[in-house]
């Protein structure tokens, strides 16, 4: 419907190469955050979006580590189908998490003939599907929230704490948004996180 709030950009915390960046913004009809995930877009649904999230991955890393610019607006922009109302005028966040799945056969979602460890929904109502931690499937969850303006170029790390080690991971997700609750189309016009240099980090 608009331009892209995710795009690439020479501005860097190592000076070369391309950043992220994610742009919260109103889009003709509806508010739109900034994001990027590891998974594939599947389809537009009237205004909404239809994702696959995920990638497969066998591995244990212990931390996320990033180069991270936010600017933080004043939620301005609230979902009349979201019970969020109450968060208007408050400083809108960043949001970036990591998640490990353990899927068996029969545990995947189907789209179309093709598997996915979690279809992202994002349309309000019954079928709304959204991402959440306590998903028996994730194995491992770390994130990093952050409602202040962060100027400068500044490093941070999350640690991925694991619920269960008996199992191996199969899948990975990573997701960055330039206002937390962009899922249910709350949050700051204006909001923008600038993301760099992701890392995983094995001990």
């Not at 419907?1 to 992220?20: F, H, K, L, Q, Y």
């Not at 066998?58 to 004043?74: G, N, Q």
């Not at 979690?118 to 491992?140: N, S």
Request: glycine share 8%.
């Amino acid at each position: 419907v608009g331009n892209s709030n995710s795009v690439p950009t020479e501005d860097t915390s190592t000076g070369s190469g391309r950043a992220a960046y994610l742009e919260s913004k109103w889009i003709v009809i509806k508010f739109a955050a900034g994001n990027i995930f590891t998974g594939t877009y599947l389809k537009t649904d009237g205004t909404n979006g239809i994702l696959g999230f995920g990638r497969p991955f066998s591995a244990f890393p212990s931390k996320l580590s990033f180069d991270y610019k936010y600017k933080s607006m004043p939620i301005d922009k609230i979902d009349k189908n979201s019970n969020l109302a109450d968060l208007k005028g408050k400083p809108d966040s960043c949001n970036i998490y990591i998640a490990l799945w353990h899927l068996e056969e029969d545990e995947y979602e189907d789209f179309q003939g093709e598997k996915y460890p979690l279809i992202i929904r994002t349309k309000p109502g019954l079928e709304q599907h959204l991402f959440t931690a306590e998903d028996p499937r994730v194995i491992a969850y770390g994130q990093f929230t952050q409602g202040n303006s962060v100027e400068q170029w500044t490093s941070e790390t999350i640690t991925i704490k694991y619920k269960n080690t008996e199992l191996t991971p199969t899948h990975i997700l990573v997701v960055a948004s330039s206002s937390k609750y962009g899922d249910f189309f709350t949050g700051g016009v204006g909001s923008t996180l600038v993301l760099d240099n992701m890392k995983l980090i094995y001990e």
